[in-house]
């Protein structure tokens, strides 16, 4: 079947199947917390380091080696759990999760189990126009393992990676199809970077995810058998994991079989999942409470401090921008998609006198400053034009000392060259014309040199109106103020 056609007997199947069956989703999403060194020891966490030139005896395991608990970790960990509204545990444990892996020396990961640093939290989803919660079940610390490369016969191990503090964010049973779990991911994604927790590099396997997926009758209340699809590192390959697994459940359950309870790896080459293994209980993992490490204290200074730092979120800005400074939902979602357009935007709004202009900085920013950005590749904070400047510059459209048309040219040069925009204007003589007297006898003499378009405007060619418009613009070097000239043009013509 080709391709396009095979979508689309796809998409028509989904639609039937899900008038009877609800997907349940919960993500379990791992985030590297961006320290300079590792959660129990001292090696530094760097990307891209010859492999195994970061690591040290904890990280080896070495007998009789203690861990030591970067604190740092712990600060940015909370910042999340109290972005996200959790409850913050005073004193939480540290355990060891067992399991033997070539990439985990001691035999058992440093994780936390019954006693996590928070819970009961949500993330905000921007869905179409509108903010959805999905709550938390948890956010745990624990640490990372090193990577296995296996080539042919032989693997490879390499132990940068292992140590590395992450944090675990579980979501509640509450996500109800693929595009949600995918949006999941990115507000995720763009609350830790937001909070300058991680840099959530997917590329770089900072932010990653495990998907549980189940289906259900609509109406039951009771979930039914998950499975759970492993190491998923890009927002499409949620999106197209979580579909092409709920798709394989209920073709399953339709034609009488059931689904089995298994972990299964997503193959986004392939765009399917395969059977890795049978999902292994709490109780395989022997989880006891970790005798090396003291209790994790969370006291009210330590409390006190994040938030006091703690910047306004995403999904109130997203809401403030519309409320207050009347945007569209696009242009608010867009804003609040990076803290650098968010920060910009407030940035431009303080600077800017008087408070109804919000629809036209945002306008300025996003079309013209952030299209001159992107055709360099360069981000927000590159910009070398400084808030202030471009609300200098839209001051100068809003109160009709240049046309928006000018007003476009003016920032072109002042990206390009720094200077300012009323200096340029001057230097151009491109001041907008809006004195009646000046613009009626450009007008008139248009109108006098064109005989036959005005009998033809006059007859009821109104196509013709923008002729002269034209010719008026022309004359003046595009600097007649357009609506004066509309009107002007109007009573000359006399219709
Ligand atoms: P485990 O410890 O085995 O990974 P948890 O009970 O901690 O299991 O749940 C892990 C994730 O699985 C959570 O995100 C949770 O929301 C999700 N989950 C649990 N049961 C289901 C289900 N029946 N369908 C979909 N997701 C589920
Ligand atoms: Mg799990």
Redesign the pocket.
């Known amino acids: 079947m080709p391709e396009q056609i095979e979508k689309q007997t796809k998409q028509t199947e989904m639609e039937r199947m899900l008038e009877t069956w609800e997907p349940?989703?919960?993500?379990?999403v791992h985030v590297q917390l961006a320290t300079r060194s590792k959660a129990f020891s001292p090696s530094a966490c760097e990307f891209g380091a010859p492999a195994n030139s970061l690591t040290d005896p904890v990280v080896l395991g070495m007998p009789g080696t203690l861990p030591v608990f970067n604190r740092a970790a712990l600060e940015l960990a909370l910042k999340l759990g109290v972005a996200t509204g959790s409850q913050i545990r005073a004193r939480s444990r540290f355990a060891r999760k067992h399991y033997f892996y070539p990439d985990q020396p001691k035999g058992y990961q440093i994780s936390q189990y019954d006693e996590p640093l928070c819970e009961k939290g949500h993330v905000d989803l921007i869905v179409g126009g509108a903010i959805k919660r999905i709550k938390l079940?948890r956010i745990h610390l624990e640490e990372d393992a090193g990577k296995n490369t296996h080539v042919g016969a032989v693997s490879h191990v390499d132990l940068n990676r292992a140590g590395v503090p992450l944090v675990e964010v579980?979501?509640?049973?509450?996500i109800t199809s693929a595009e949600e779990a995918a949006e999941f991911m990115r507000a995720l994604h763009r609350l830790v970077r937001w909070l300058e927790i991680s840099e959530a590099d997917m590329e770089k396997g900072q932010l990653r995810c495990d998907a549980?997926?189940?289906i259900r009758l609509r109406g039951e209340d009771r979930?039914?058998?998950?499975t759970?699809l492993k190491n998923i590192n890009s927002f499409r390959f949620v999106q197209n994991a979580v579909e092409n697994e709920i798709l394989r459940q209920i073709r399953i359950v339709e034609s009488g079989g059931r689904v089995t309870r298994e972990t299964r790896l997503w193959d986004a080459d392939l765009g399917q999942s395969a059977p890795m293994r049978s999902?292994e209980e709490?109780n395989d993992y022997r989880y006891f409470p970790d005798p090396d490490l003291p209790p994790l204290v969370v006291d009210g200074a330590l409390m006190g401090g994040i938030l006091k730092k703690l910047p306004e979120l995403p999904a109130a800005r997203f809401e403030r921008y519309q409320k207050q400074h009347g945007l569209a939902v696009d242009d608010a979602r867009t804003l609040v998609s990076d803290r650098g357009l968010a920060d910009y935007f407030d940035a431009l709004v303080t600077a800017h006198p008087g408070d109804r202009s919000g629809r036209m900085l945002a306008n300025w920013m996003l079309t013209e400053l952030l299209g001159a950005l992107n055709a360099e590749g360069k981000e927000i904070t590159q910009s070398p034009v400084p808030a202030a400047t471009l609300s200098a510059l839209i001051v100068l459209v809003e109160n009709g000392t240049i046309s928006g048309k000018i007003g476009k040219e003016i920032f072109a040069e002042t990206y390009q060259t720094g200077e300012a925009p009323l200096a340029i204007v001057d230097r151009r003589g491109v001041r907008q014309i809006s004195d009646e007297a000046a613009l009626w006898e450009v007008i008139d003499r248009v109108v006098a040199a064109n005989p036959k378009q005005a009998d033809g405007y006059l007859a009821g060619k109104d196509q013709l109106f923008g002729f002269f418009v034209g010719q008026v613009m022309k004359e003046t070097q595009g600097r007649a103020n357009p609506s004066m000239t509309s009107d002007l043009l109007r009573k000359r013509l006399g219709r």
């Open positions: 349940v989703i919960g993500l379990e079940e579980v979501s509640a049973p509450e549980n997926v189940s979930l039914g058998t998950r759970e999902k709490a």
